[in-house]
């Protein structure tokens, strides 16, 4: 994914809100979310082509999302999929720091990337490129293709529209997250990030909602979860503008 916007323990009626754009080449595989048949509790979209998934849910309460983090000079060809690092976090049972903390040891076998997990009982952060673990504290954050609230104009903005859409409850919050989640505007030269990538990648990925010939923004997910255990997923696939939406309770061995 290349937005993630969170607002963790926040918001009166709902322990966790997130808003979540994946940018990815047209031409890859990919299925919508749903709940796996390998994995039942598991709710995600799939990428058919490793596997793996950039973010989801399950019925346990165990929650994982996944960004890059962009360094073109550091990519390498021969790595493991990062997709699978979401996929394990939902299928496994171990507590966030301790997968985290195996994550780290075997973070050398990816490119650059950004892992949110959660159990519930607490939410962490971790990035290839600081290799250490921090948690996420109370409010709103967001998270692109750098470190956890590094200010680009998409998070930024992002960040500021979120707080002014949780004044809203239920199926408001919902549409207003969309509408923030479909922003194409874009960003003054003056104002774009220097990721090596040169500039006319950096005006395309610079909006919140990307569109390019060959990529952008595939999919957009809202996640509201509220204090008793109820969540609500709801992804947009794109461009048919696909909809996906479910609704069920967190298990009692599983506080989310």
Known sequence: ?????????????????????????????????????????????????????????TRTGRFAALTNYR?????????????????????????PADYLGRVAQAGSSYNGFNLLVGDG?????????????????PGIHGLSNHL???PWPKVVTAKAAMSEVLDDDGDR??????????DAEGVPDAAL?????????????????????????RSATVLLQDHSG???FVERTLPDNREVSFQFDICQSGQA
């Not at 918001?11 to 809100?17: D, G, K, M, T, V």
């Not at 919050?173 to 479909?182: Q, V």
């Open 121 to 137: 009982a607490e939410l962490l952060f971790y990035s290839s490129r600081t290799g250490r673990s921090e948690a996420v504290s």
């Open 193 to 217: 990030p220097d990721t090596g990538v040169g500039m006319e990648w950096e005006r395309m990925l610079a909006p919140i909602f990307i569109v390019s010939p060959d990529y952008g923004t």
């Open 173 to 182: 919050i919902s549409e207003g997250l969309f509408t923030i989640l479909s």
């Open 1 to 57: 994914m290349c937005l993630i916007v969170v607002a963790y323990r926040q918001h009166p009626s709902y322990r966790l809100i997130v808003a979540a754009n994946r940018d990815e080449y047209y031409r890859r595989p990919t299925a919508p979310a749903h709940f796996w048949p390998d994995h039942p509790a598991v709710l995600a979209g799939r990428d058919l082509d490793q596997m793996g998934t950039w973010m989801g849910i």
């Open 71 to 95: 360094d073109p000079a550091a990519m390498r060809s021969e790595t493991r999929s990062r997709g699978e690092l979401v996929s394990e976090f939902l299928c496994g049972v171990e507590a």
């Open 148 to 150: 956890l609230d590094t």
């Open 230 to 232: 109820r969540v609500c």
